[in-house]
């Protein structure tokens, strides 16, 4: 069965420094992955997702996210992070092969404090 | 461009009462998909639609929760008798067909459903 796991239910960082927000997945085939964050009161808006090709994938707000194959991760990375950033970070991986529906993770809570 | 259009935003109801949600996608996306999201359970996929047909609905939790997507632009997802552990919030999301499934979905703002 396909799952993906986000292993920190809160990762606090301090604002301007660098910003990691875990997730490994389990498939089988070629995963499609894709991260999504959601605000207070708000759904979930697209950040970006990995496909095929480059394994570091740029997406929305300076965020970006590298895809490990032989670790079967796809963590999300900011360089330097915002108070703004503080939100619910899901990750997401294609079910089976030829649908749209996909596989959430249970979310990491993102706390950025100036 | 007008995003997913979900209402009521907030709907605060009694025990035994019929609940109707109303989702509009965005236009020309083929995919429709209703998802709950709860402290407990996270985010749950209840149903979902491709060209208005239901394709899953293994996720629907029983026979009181019943969904239609009658036209392309007009979803509703129904809840008779709602019951207190319906309370959480409702997502509708839309996306463009892939058949490949790299196509992102573009969620609404939800329905929070308080049931008293």
């Known amino acids: 069965a396909q799952s993906v796991a986000q292993p920190e239910d809160q990762v606090n960082v301090a604002e301007g420094n660098p910003l990691t927000v875990k997730c490994t997945y389990s498939?089988?085939?070629?995963?499609?992955l894709f991260w999504y964050v959601q605000y207070p009161n708000r759904g979930l808006q697209f950040l970006l997702k990995y496909i095929t090709g480059d394994n570091l994938v740029k997406g929305s707000y300076g965020f970006e996210a590298e895809f490990n194959k032989s670790q079967t991760s796809f963590h999300l990375k900011k360089p330097s992070a915002l108070v703004s950033d503080s939100a619910l970070y899901f990750c997401?991986?294609?079910?089976?092969?030829?649908?749209?529906?996909?596989?959430f993770g249970t979310g990491t809570r993102l706390q950025v404090f100036p | 461009d007008a995003g997913v259009i979900q209402s009521p935003r907030h709907e605060v109801t009694e025990m035994g009462q019929e609940v109707t949600l109303r989702c509009k996608p965005i236009s020309g996306h083929d995919y429709l998909f209703w998802y709950r999201q709860t402290m407990m359970r996270g985010l749950e996929l209840l149903i979902y639609f491709n060209n208005n047909v239901p394709i899953d609905d293994s996720g629907m939790p029983e026979d009181r929760f019943s969904a239609k997507m009658p036209n392309a632009s007009f979803s509703t997802l129904k809840i008779q008798p709602s019951e207190p552990r319906d309370s959480a919030v409702y997502f509708c999301a839309s996306s463009r067909m892939s058949g490949q499934g790299n196509q992102p979905q573009h969620f609404g703002d939800g329905t929070r459903l308080s049931i008293l």
């Open positions: 997401a991986v294609r079910a089976v092969y030829n649908t749209d529906k996909l596989i």
């Open positions: 498939v089988s085939g070629n995963p499609y």
